[in-house]
């Protein structure tokens, strides 16, 4: 997405959109979504609860208005809505989630294209991995700490 400015220089800046989201305990409200054509994804402005503002990669059944999380640590209750970044660990058997982040990664690995999902199919913990399948039945084996969005990358 290009932002034209004012001034003499005309200039074109790109925006900046978060896709770690790795900020903890923050609430977010949703200002808009808007279609990125040069990203060709839906993008949703968030305004943070400590001010700051930031495009990230909208999920399905957002709307604007909506308060959204990011990561939440230890005995902090979340409500498992869309649009919410949380610890693999929280997730219930068959939740669908997007934008799989590994531990030691600083990059989104699994379920990152528009339209795409994992799906938790079952967790051993004593192992600390988890079983996700892809929509074209492909499983994996995820550690536990792994960070997703709950919800389906919106998309066209």
Avoid: W
Wanted: with cysteine; aromatic share 10%.
């Amino acid at each position: 997405m290009l932002l034209r400015t004012r001034g003499k220089q005309h200039h074109l800046s790109s925006l900046s959109v978060d896709y770690r989201r790795s900020s903890f305990n923050l609430v977010a409200t949703i200002l808009s979504i808007n279609f990125c054509f040069s990203l060709t994804k839906y993008l949703a402005l968030l305004k943070y609860s400590n001010g700051a503002y930031s495009y990230i990669k909208a999920t399905e059944s957002i709307i604007i208005g909506d308060y959204i999380s990011t990561l939440t640590v230890n005995n902090i209750l979340i409500n498992l809505l869309p649009g919410n970044r949380c610890f693999l660990t929280l997730l219930t058997s068959q939740q669908i989630f997007c934008d799989v982040k590994l531990p030691l990664s600083n990059k989104i690995t699994y379920a990152k294209a528009k339209g795409c999902y994992s799906q938790l199919i079952y967790s051993k913990l004593e192992l600390n991995l988890m079983l996700i399948k892809m929509p074209t039945d492909r499983t994996f084996y995820l550690h536990l700490n792994s960070i997703a969005t709950i919800g389906r990358v919106a998309g066209k």
